[in-house]
């Protein structure tokens, strides 16, 4: 009897480390997209993907990378909502999705982000753009860049 309780207890103990060993991962989120891809930033394993290599159009990723340096900007102190960046000719000529801003306005950057996002402006993605590389052209003070837009 005896000799059979030290079976069952190493048979025990030898599951509860296999269990223990293993890393119990979910399946793959349902996600409603035609493609996705889902990276471990630290590693770059590709943890799920769904048609990672089908083509897609880049511009809404970009208007979320733009978004994300003008909030990082505005929260370094960099720039405020109030700044009032100047509509370059390039913004005015942008195709697609548009809020319709006026080459040579000044327009805010609380205004400009309203329209990026709920209007997925391209052209105040752009002007957003052009207003964070002047002041990073200017605060590194690059010998053939000039920027006028302050």
Known sequence: MRFDLR???IF??????????????????????KSYILVE?????????QNADLPSGLASLTK???GYVVADQ????F??????VLISEVCWRMEGSRMFIQEGKRVSVDDLLKGMIIQSGNDASVAL?????CLL???DAADDMQCVDL
């Open 7 to 9: 079976i069952l207890l």
């Open 79 to 84: 720039i405020s909502k109030e700044d009032q």
């Open 74 to 77: 505005i929260e370094k102190g």
């Open 64 to 66: 979320i990378m733009t």
């Open 137 to 139: 052209y200017t605060s």
């Open 41 to 49: 930033a630290h590693t770059n394993e590709i943890i799920s993907e």
């Open 12 to 33: 025990f103990l030898l599951s509860i480390s296999n269990i223990s060993s293993q890393t119990l991962i979910p399946d793959p989120p349902e996600v409603n997209a």
């Open 129 to 133: 753009a052009e207003h964070i590389s």
